[in-house]
């Protein structure tokens, strides 16, 4: 059975769609689907699996606590564990797709 990343993508978004694509037991993979979304007000991320993630459609802003990086489709970089991060914006005129990668030591 085959899938697509850029289908099933739901028109109206009131939060970030996260859909695990493959689980085991020192590794998750994530389509994330963002729509002129950003992370709330004064929320930052700070995980404990490191994360590797690529934008595949759209564009975004990810704000860590040194430096902003804008993405691009086929940017893509590599959070340590506990990298604080937080998504400052996201395209509103058409559906940002971000692969992650989140794995362990």
Do not use: C
Not at 46 to 70: F, S, Y
């Amino acid at each position: 059975m085959t899938f697509n990343l850029f289908t099933n993508l739901p028109s109206d978004l009131p939060d970030e769609l996260f859909t695990t694509l493959l689980e085991a037991s020192n590794l998750r993979i994530e389509r994330i689907v963002s729509h002129g979304h950003a992370s709330p007000e004064g929320f930052w991320y700070d995980q404990d699996d490191h994360e590797w993630v690529m934008v595949l459609q759209g564009a975004a802003r990810l704000q860590l606590e040194d430096k902003t990086i804008e993405l691009r489709p086929g940017d893509y970089i590599n959070l340590p564990a506990h990298t604080k991060h937080r998504v400052e914006w996201t395209t509103a005129d058409q559906p940002t797709i971000w692969l992650a990668v989140f794995y362990k030591s």
